[in-house]
């Protein structure tokens, strides 16, 4: 007999972790979510300069990281921005990550998803499937103001914006951003509508840092919404590079 | 100002495509839906044998191809086994295509999903999203009978149980088969449940042929459910490979 594992769908798996964040940015104290990304260790300063080149564009949730080495590799964990939507959930917002997907940039302005993946029907993460097709251009993006990026869309009840609002303000301060669209309530966000007397909220991908990376021709393995890590054991990227 | 262009998801596009089949199995008349693999001319031949291989193993839709050359390289239309939704369909049946996925296959028998993305949620087509992250093992589900093939899951009215095995018996008079599992009503179909009074019905995907090159190291470009091909145009695999 063989027993039947029942599928797990990326918003189950999403939602276990946000369960598990303690981040307070107020004390800059407890777990955020982290992507995990491989990389060969003779390409890890190179690797470490993009993803700097891509937090000071804006395009990364923050600009902290966990560093470790094993042997001739190094595992690089970021932010990941499902811990925007925790320390919201955290702060009694019930906020909902609808899906991941590729969003074009124009003149440094987001207009809309070209792509997307529903959390809840997929068992893959979409921006892992996103990653590997290819269809990001940040590095272009980052040089001319047009191109495409990752994000994703959260939504949460109309009634909670102020909340909402307050929240992001204090994570901000704290060096978490990455707030791409904010909705009107009942508003499309990006081409994207969403449930009656709601907001949709949009974040960078965290992972854009990889994409960029890639597209540099640096062969990186990486996992989305993949840990969680503390952030007192992450350093600013400042500190890493020279 | 920019247009929003309305993002596509792949049920919309599967939907457009079925209502388009004209595929009349027992007069062998009419158009199907087929898969687009673009391959090196100096391949095609191994890559075809490759395709018997896995068409013989009953792990492909239909045995007939479309192969057109382009300078150097070559196009080959395959059938999608959408086709056999949209023949339900065109009988009257009101089936649904759910999601594509990994099929996990142990001693000849389909057991359960490993994977699964639902059409109706993700933009990107599900069986080029499980391509390109190499999750399946055809060649080794063909040699030892256990392995990872790519399939989907339908869904129609249990009062159509009838209907829909009829038709399914006519189809594989004409070379058109790829059934991995007609649930029983109420019951889960390879781990996945179906909604109530309704049967689940599991194929095949046409583009585990291409799954099985791509692991005999072949590089292939495909992209799946993309087009519509006249069956009258198509060759048998067993005159196209000597």
């Not at 970021?78 to 003149?107: F, H, M, Q």
């Amino acid at each position: 007999m063989v027993s039947l594992k029942p599928l797990v769908f990326c918003l189950s798996r999403i939602e276990n972790l946000m369960q598990k964040v303690s981040f307070d940015p107020q004390k800059m104290e407890g777990a955020i979510i982290t992507n995990t990304t491989m990389v060969d260790l003779k390409m890890l300063d190179s690797t470490l300069r993009i993803f700097r080149d891509v937090m000071e564009s804006g395009l990364a949730v923050s600009p902290y990281l966990k560093v470790e080495t094993f042997g001739s590799r190094a595992k690089i964990l970021s932010a990941c921005s499902i811990t925007v939507s925790a320390v919201l959930l955290k702060a009694g917002v019930p906020v909902r990550p609808r899906g991941g997907g590729v969003i074009e940039v124009i003149d440094r302005e987001p207009v809309r998803f070209t792509d997307m993946l529903m959390y809840w029907a997929t068992t893959i993460d979409p921006i892992d499937v996103l990653i590997s097709q290819e269809l990001t251009s940040v590095l272009e993006m980052m040089q001319t103001g047009s191109g495409r990026i990752l994000g994703n869309l959260q939504e949460a009840p109309m009634l909670a914006v102020e909340r909402i609002e307050e929240r992001l303000e204090v994570l901000a301060e704290a060096g978490f951003s990455g707030v791409l669209d904010l909705g009107e309530p009942n508003m499309n966000v990006l081409g994207v509508s969403v449930e009656r007397d709601h907001v949709g909220l949009s974040l960078v991908g965290g992972t854009n840092i990889v994409a960029a990376a890639m597209s540099h021709g640096i062969g990186l393995k990486t996992e989305s919404i993949s840990s969680l890590t503390e952030i007192g054991e992450m350093t600013h990227i400042q500190d890493l590079v020279s």
